[in-house]
């Protein structure tokens, strides 16, 4: 193992052993403290990203302004990963501890829950704050008319549409915080974050806490607009974070907890086993 970094092996054994297992076990009331953060942070970085997308294929075109998108909203995951939080997506990844028996799976719906809604108010209160700074007034309203596109279109995908974005997401979420903890100093922990998260939001996945935002918020601004009634409702929010809440979960469980575990940690256990075989005997 390398002093900048951690090998792709010894990650899973550190995320299997003690990352996950640390969330797994933590307090309630350091679950719901650090889950509202998380979900004020992932807000402040859609916040930015939605100010960008508002002008940017103006001046730079629609291509390289999803790409700047991306760069401002990693700042968002930045804060969860390196000043603390709790992040629904990436603690889906308590499943693989669940797998090879280090966390029991009560522990694991347990912090899935408290998380989760914990995630749902940081990012409303974050919402509220925006609604209620009145900054969205400025520049003849074309900021809150972006954010009411951007979760316009959320809303209006299909089921399979926004499952499928979901699961998409997760699988390179969950990568940017794997890579983080293989890093051993903020610098390396910056850079495994900036560039997955910078490709699912310039590909337009969907991230069920970022959009317990971004459609709230637009609700908000677009009741303000039409005299009191939201085009938006909220059946299209949980229309919406239903289906990504699932594609979340299957992409992380699928493609990093069963994917690594089978890659790295299946051997151990085979040794282990054999082990434990020749002392018996």
């Keep these: 193992m390398s002093d900048m970094y951690r090998d792709p092996k010894s990650i899973a054994m550190e995320v299997r052993d003690k990352i996950m297992v640390a969330k797994a076990n933590g307090s309630f009331a350091k679950l719901v403290v650090l889950g509202i953060l998380a979900g004020a942070f992932i807000a402040m970085g859609a916040e930015v990203s939605t100010l960008v997308y508002t002008d940017g294929p103006k001046f730079v075109g629609y291509g390289i302004t999803k790409i700047i998108c991306g760069l401002v909203f990693s700042t968002g995951l930045i804060m969860v990963l390196i000043a603390g939080g709790e992040l629904f997506?990436?603690?889906?990844?308590?499943?693989?501890?669940?797998?090879?028996?280090?966390?029991?799976?009560?522990?694991?719906?347990r912090n899935w829950t408290i998380v989760y809604f914990s995630n749902f108010v940081g990012a409303l209160i974050m919402a509220g704050l925006i609604y209620y700074s009145g900054l969205w007034k400025g520049h003849e309203l074309i900021g809150a008319t972006t954010a009411i596109k951007i979760a316009k279109a959320k809303v209006g995908l299909s089921f399979v549409e926004s499952l499928a974005r979901g699961i998409l997401c997760n699988w390179l979420v969950c990568l940017a915080v794997w890579m983080c903890y293989g890093a051993k100093d903020i610098a390396g922990k910056v850079m495994a974050i900036v560039f997955p998260i910078t490709i699912f939001i310039a590909s337009g996945y969907e991230h069920c806490v970022a959009n317990m935002f971004y459609i709230p918020k637009a609700m908000m601004l677009s009741a303000e607009l039409n005299g009191g009634i939201s085009e938006i409702t909220m059946n299209g929010l949980f229309n919406n974070l239903i289906p990504v809440t699932l594609g979340n979960i299957i992409g992380a469980v699928l493609f990093l907890s069963i994917a690594y575990k089978v890659a790295y940690l299946r051997e151990d256990k085979k040794k282990e086993e054999v082990k434990k075989l020749d002392l018996a005997s």
Excluded: C, P
Excluded at 89 to 109: P, W
């Design 89 to 109: 997506t990436g603690n889906v990844m308590i499943s693989l501890s669940v797998m090879e028996k280090k966390a029991r799976l009560s522990q694991l719906l």
